[in-house]
């Protein structure tokens, strides 16, 4: 293994000289650890931008709403984003408890 690929792999969190065999390639443990680790921040990414998706919809659907119906649901317009956001965090959080 060059010092090249050794820093590459120290920067991504992999300590490869763990799992060199003497011949010099990877064990099978090194590349399960690899994939194990791309496919979760592959999955990471997926779920942070479903989540993004989600919070833009209801922001756009609350804020379709007129003001009466708005107020009788105890929403401000201008905190809609911010309650929004707050209970996609917490889904048991009361939107009443936000305001407070």
């Given at each position: 293994m060059?010092?090249?690929?050794y820093a590459d792999n120290r920067a991504y969190g992999v300590d490869a000289a763990k799992f060199a065999r003497?011949?010099?390639?990877?064990?099978l443990a090194a590349v399960n650890a690899a994939i194990d680790a791309i496919v979760s921040g592959i999955a990471r990414a997926f779920k942070a931008v479903h989540m993004e998706m989600q919070e833009r919809a209801a922001i756009r659907m609350l804020?379709?709403?007129?003001?009466?119906i708005l107020h009788d649901i105890?929403?401000?317009?201008?905190?809609i984003?911010?309650?929004v956001r707050k209970m996609m965090e917490n889904p048991?959080?009361?939107?009443?408890v936000i305001r407070k």
């Amino acid at each position: 293994m060059n010092d090249r690929n050794y820093a590459d792999n120290r920067a991504y969190g992999v300590d490869a000289a763990k799992f060199a065999r003497v011949d010099g390639s990877a064990s099978l443990a090194a590349v399960n650890a690899a994939i194990d680790a791309i496919v979760s921040g592959i999955a990471r990414a997926f779920k942070a931008v479903h989540m993004e998706m989600q919070e833009r919809a209801a922001i756009r659907m609350l804020s379709e709403l007129d003001d009466r119906i708005l107020h009788d649901i105890g929403v401000p317009r201008p905190e809609i984003s911010t309650m929004v956001r707050k209970m996609m965090e917490n889904p048991d959080l009361d939107h009443r408890v936000i305001r407070k």
